[in-house]
């Protein structure tokens, strides 16, 4: 499970950093040479565009996972091919959109809409048709046009791939979307760090109390990372009725000794986890921080430790007042583990925050199917997907700049004097794309 730590990881770095992939650039260099043999023109950098966005998509991850996975076979393959059709896809939508609306600017009076016109109609029906349209036309053009790109490309995704509609990816994005919903004014310092203990009393109380309700892979994380042997935690499962301090700490009966003996084991562990990130991420930096690169590797390391040995620890103390372990007391001194979250920065706190309400959801929802109160359905997984995409590409500015700029190509600058933010082609300022459109648009009047 640790894939899906580094990828939580990941999505919480520098928005400055660029992977340097070299196979990338060589590609985008031969799609640049084919662009200037064709000559230019509106439609043909579309699809160039569109083209250099779908080989980002589709070897921003087919080249890490298939490494870190140390094989290549037809799921990550497909999944590839669905991540680089949702990239092409959106930047497709997102250009043809953004080229309508510079056309109305440059040119209001002429007429240019989304929409075939029925010449039978009578004027004055006309009129009000087409005010309707134009209506529509302005919020899907305007206002909604990344939000269409998403909901689009991601069912296109699913189509090729419909592996991806599971439950934990399907959390992650809703837990996402609704973060970037939620309304600043209610922000506080604090709500991360409330979600993290909430969400950990859930996922810990599930983890020794109702194994089966968590993810497989996330289990065998949490096995490791606590640090006991199998048989000391099938004793666990097994709900002892005393205190569980001879099953955690056999070999002294001094709490305090396995406190510390418990996180000294948990920052090896955890160092095994955020070092080689950690590196990963230092070359793959632009400022190259030696400073930044220490000090958040030893704060993930601390986070991780912590949050492990609080949860033992607190443990011991707490079932020697209440004896008997079963999940709900397991929910009532699990939440402690969440504390742990000071250690970390304000902007990491959210993204562990997030990391953990997206399992802690997942452990609700397979409790319930258990007990057979909700069913599966692909189709509303899907559709839920989809709109969750959608939000999050709506709400682009609060998402990394990885995501947005480099490999969605969308600007978080507006072109000046315009009401869009507009993607632009690679290597071409704002000024110059919109000298170019306005080019072609006075061409095609003469």
């Keep these: 499970m640790e894939d899906e730590q580094i990828l939580a990881d990941i999505d919480n770095q520098n928005p400055q950093q660029s992977p340097p992939i070299d196979i990338i650039i060589f590609l985008e260099n031969v799609l640049e040479k084919i662009k200037n043999k064709l000559g230019h023109s509106e439609r043909l950098d579309t699809i160039i565009y569109s083209l250099r966005g779908a080989l980002k998509g589709f070897l921003v ?8 996975k140390r094989k290549l076979n037809k799921k990550i393959i497909m ?8 990239v092409g896809v959106v930047r497709l939508i997102d250009r043809w959109f953004a080229y309508k609306h510079r056309r109305k600017l440059l040119d209001p009076d002429q007429k240019v809409t989304l929409f075939a016109e029925d010449e ?3 004027s004055e029906q006309l009129d009000i048709v087409n005010e309707k349209k134009e209506k529509i036309e302005k919020l899907l053009v305007g206002r909604y046009r990344l939000f269409i790109a998403g909901f689009v490309a991601c069912g296109i995704g699913l189509l090729i791939d419909n592996s991806l509609q599971n439950s934990i990816f399907t959390f992650w994005i809703l837990v996402r979307a609704a973060r970037a919903i939620y309304p600043k004014r209610y922000n506080h310092p604090l709500l991360p760090i409330l979600f993290l203990c909430l969400s950990s009393s859930v996922v810990l109380g599930g983890w020794i109390g109702a194994p089966d309700e968590v993810d497989p892979g996330y289990l065998r994380f949490l096995d490791v990372h606590g640090g006991l042997d199998k048989k000391s935690y099938k004793l666990l499962r097994a709900r002892p009725s005393t205190s569980i301090c001879h099953i955690t ?16 084991a948990a ?3 955890s160092l095994k986890v955020y070092l080689p990130l950690s590196v990963v991420m230092f070359f793959i930096s632009k400022s190259k921080n030696v400073q930044y690169f220490f000090i958040n590797l030893t704060r993930s390391t601390l986070f991780l430790a912590l949050y492990c040995t609080i949860a033992f620890s607190s443990s011991c103390y707490f079932y020697r007042i209440f004896p008997g372990l079963n ?10 583990a969440g504390l742990a979250g000071f250690v970390e920065r304000q902007g990491r706190r959210i993204e562990l925050a997030g990391y953990v309400c997206t399992y802690g959801l997942d452990v609700i929802y397979r409790g319930l199917i258990k007990r057979k109160y909700v069913k599966p359905n692909f189709y509303i997984g899907s559709l839920l997907m989809m709109v969750c995409i959608g939000v999050l590409l709506h709400h682009h500015e609060q998402q990394p700049n990885f995501f947005t700029s480099w490999l969605l190509g969308i600007s978080r600058k507006p072109v000046p004097g315009k009401s869009l933010l507009v993607p632009l082609l690679h290597g071409v300022t704002d000024a110059q794309y919109a000298e170019k459109v306005t080019k072609a648009l006075l061409k095609m009047r003469n």
């Design 327 to 336: 999940r709900k007391k397991l929910m009532l001194h699990t939440w402690t």
């Design 267 to 269: 920052i090896f562990r």
């Design 61 to 68: 991850y087919l080249v890490p996972i298939s490494f870190l």
């Design 120 to 122: 039978e109609e009578s």
């Design 249 to 264: 700490h056999p070999w002294s009966d001094s709490c305090m000794d396995f406190t510390i003996a418990f996180l000294k």
């Design 79 to 86: 999944t590839s091919l669905a991540s680089g059709s949702f």
